[in-house]
Nanobody, 124 residues
Framework: QVQLVESGGGLVQAGDSLRLSCAGS????????MGWFRQAPGKQREFVAT????????RYAHSVKGLVTISRDNAKNTVYLQMNSLKPEDTAVYYC?????????????????WGQGTQVTVSS
């Protein structure tokens, strides 16, 4: 049974940083592309970042480029999202997802497994 478990969310102030983690189990983690998405209340799920199975390729949404860094540690079956200079508009539930076909995709339909999400709230 595949499980993705996010952690690291919380309530922070504008300008703060957070590092989200997503631990995977029940899958050959090092073979999967991993992505981060977010969903704010009343809005559609939005792509944030993705990283290839080896970690050698990354892609970011234009809205967060330069502000977030995605990385992974395949020895720990974990993917990370470092977020800096957070703004109130970054408030959302953040989800990690796994793509078994190894695509570098911004489309959430291409991801096979999802975590339950972690809430990030940025106060002004």
């Amino acid at each position: 049974q595949v499980q993705l478990v996010e952690s690291g969310g919380g309530l922070v102030q504008a300008g703060d940083s957070l590092r989200l983690s997503c631990a995977g189990s029940g899958l050959s983690f090092s073979s999967y592309t991993m992505g981060w998405f977010r969903q704010a209340p009343g809005k559609q799920r939005e792509f944030v970042a993705t990283i290839s199975a080896s970690g050698g390729t990354t892609r970011y949404a234009h809205s967060v480029k330069g502000l977030v860094t995605i990385s992974r540690d395949n020895a720990k079956n974990t993917v990370y999202l470092q977020m800096n200079s957070l703004k109130p508009e970054d408030t959302a539930v953040y989800y990690c997802a796994a793509d078994r076909l190894g695509r570098i995709s911004e489309n959430h339909y291409n991801y096979d497994y999802w975590g339950q999400g972690t809430q990030v709230t940025v106060s002004s």
